[in-house]
């Protein structure tokens, strides 16, 4: 079972209802350790002290902050206890904004809310009132020494908590753009029907880290005592020169059958008018 991340109240003008916070993803990897090669032995980090050049046990380890150059004040978790905002422990709901209204570039992380005791009934109204009226809740929290702008959002089964990043530390979205001028009506044409061949429902579930499999298999080849095998380079790709043959190649490549193709997709593959029932081209 996933451990509670955080514990505390949600409050929204006079209602607050007890929560907990459990994280929502974790990322998977396979993890190496570093090795002395001619031993085999693992490798043990030592911390060392500038001042002496001895090294330093973890117990004697505190926090510092550099407040000119080689000069410190140091800083004690009391220190840090003391000036806890009252969002340490009370999530407090600063407004409600509609779901288009957030970009998902600002989501960070993301957790699952569950109600604490007692806690079941203000959550479910609260999560139905925002699902029913399209809304996202902007709440202020603190976490990790750290306080977070946060969103909440319905999800299928209950509330999602997505922590999200400030604005100053999002980059400018103007050093982005596109050029709409560079393409035709027939080659934006010829791409939306690419993608609507391409098209199909999301499933979620088929999507897999292969390269995590595979490392995972030239280990077990490994340990098995097997000769590892090279994979296959990877294809060096040419810059598209002629775009509308490109789209057309990829296409005639998904191309269905004749009896099944759709008539967009069929239209598109040939620039000449096609046959109509009862007609001539």
Do not use: C
Not at 234 to 255: F, G, H, N, T, W
Request: hydrophobic residues 40%.
């Amino acid at each position: 079972m996933a451990s509670t991340i955080w514990k505390g109240h949600i409050t929204f003008g006079l209602v607050s209802l007890p929560v907990k916070l459990v994280a929502a993803a974790r990322p998977e990897t396979v993890s190496f350790n570093q090795l002395h090669r001619p031993t085999g032995s693992r490798i043990k980090q030592v911390l060392y002290s500038i001042a002496d050049d001895k090294p330093v046990p973890r117990s004697e380890l505190v926090k510092g902050f550099e407040y000119e150059k080689d000069r410190y004040v140091i800083i004690e978790d009391e220190d840090i206890k003391k000036i806890q905002p009252k969002t340490a422990k009370v999530m407090e709901i600063l407004e409600f904004v509609k779901t288009d209204e957030v970009d998902p570039v600002i989501l960070e992380q993301s957790y699952y809310i569950q109600p604490d005791e007692a806690g079941e009934k203000p959550y479910t109204l609260l999560v139905e009132a925002m699902r029913r009226s399209s809304h996202y809740a902007i709440a202020k929290l603190t976490m990790h020494n750290r306080e977070h702008i946060v969103v909440l959002r319905p999800g299928k089964y209950g509330m999602i908590l997505h922590t999200m990043y400030y604005r100053d530390e999002v980059r400018a979205s103007d050093e982005f753009r596109i050029n709409e001028d560079l393409i035709n009506d027939k080659e934006l044409k010829m791409a939306q029907t690419l993608v609507d061949a391409l098209s199909g429902p999301f499933e979620y579930a088929k999507y897999k880290d292969n390269y995590r499999e595979t490392l995972r298999g030239m280990i077990d080849a490994k340990i098995a005592g097997k000769e590892v095998v090279a994979a296959p380079q990877e294809q060096e790709l040419a810059p598209v020169i002629d775009i509308m043959a490109a789209l057309k190649s990829s296409l005639a490549a998904l191309r269905k059958p004749a009896a099944t193709a759709t008539p967009a997709a069929v239209e598109a593959l040939d620039d000449k008018p096609r046959r109509r029932a009862g007609g001539a081209r």
